[in-house]
């Protein structure tokens, strides 16, 4: 088994010392960073993405799967040239406003960073302003949108309001999720996507970005 194959089992493992030990001694190597990210850690977490969304891997793995990865990324990362841009895609997740529940969003955020994705993390108990504050500010492909009340869905519909007044709606994806939102709801207010879960998250933003 080579190398970049073994990272991935240590990501799947969630093996944080496994997978640092591995991606420094590929470094010194001289193995490309992108190769290691692509074709190594990003390639773990595709396969926990799979075994979750089967029900074959429970939260509690994929957060230290993901931790793992994290690892390796953080050795990575620093070393990729000016053009060799890791992410395929930057996306901006916040929990909306009035909702301070930030589990699911966290967990759809390492699963989107899993695959590839540049994730910026606004938080929770985020308004509509702020929203396009921060689409402006950082020109994303995507914002993903979380809520886990009811009462605060009706800021997903506003947020979408906001970015279509501010001129800029047409610049990004809009994708939303959280326990009581649904496909009919997100069709409904306008959004482009619904993901039930961190998979199909990842499995939609890879069609926005593809």
Do not use: C, W
């Not at 692509?38 to 429970?58: P, T």
Request: aromatic residues 4%.
């Amino acid at each position: 088994m080579g190398k970049i194959k073994k990272i991935t089992e240590e990501v799947i493992a969630g093996n944080v010392d496994g997978v640092t030990e591995l991606t420094k001694g590929l470094i010194d190597e001289g193995e490309k960073p992108s190769e290691i990210i692509k074709n190594g850690l990003v390639a773990g977490m595709d396969v926990v993405g799979g075994r979750f969304k089967k029900n074959e891997m429970f939260v509690p793995e994929v957060l230290i799967a993901a931790r793992a990865m994290d690892a390796g990324m953080a050795i990575v990362k620093p070393l990729l040239t000016e053009g060799e841009d890791s992410s395929i895609g930057r996306i901006i997740m916040a929990t909306v406003e009035g909702d301070l529940h930030d589990i699911g969003k966290n967990l759809v955020a390492m699963m989107l960073e899993g695959a590839g994705f540049e994730v910026i993390d606004l938080g929770v108990d985020i308004s509509a302003d702020e929203f396009v504050e921060a689409v402006k500010e950082y020109q994303p492909d995507i914002i993903g949108l979380s809520a886990l009340l009811t009462t605060t869905m009706p800021v997903m519909e506003e947020t979408i309001k906001s970015l279509e007044e501010a001129g800029i709606r047409n610049q990004v994806k809009v994708m939303v999720g959280g326990a009581p939102v649904s496909e009919d709801f997100a069709n409904e207010i306008g959004a482009d996507g619904y993901a039930a879960d961190g998979s199909t998250a990842t499995d939609i933003a890879r069609e926005f970005v593809s």
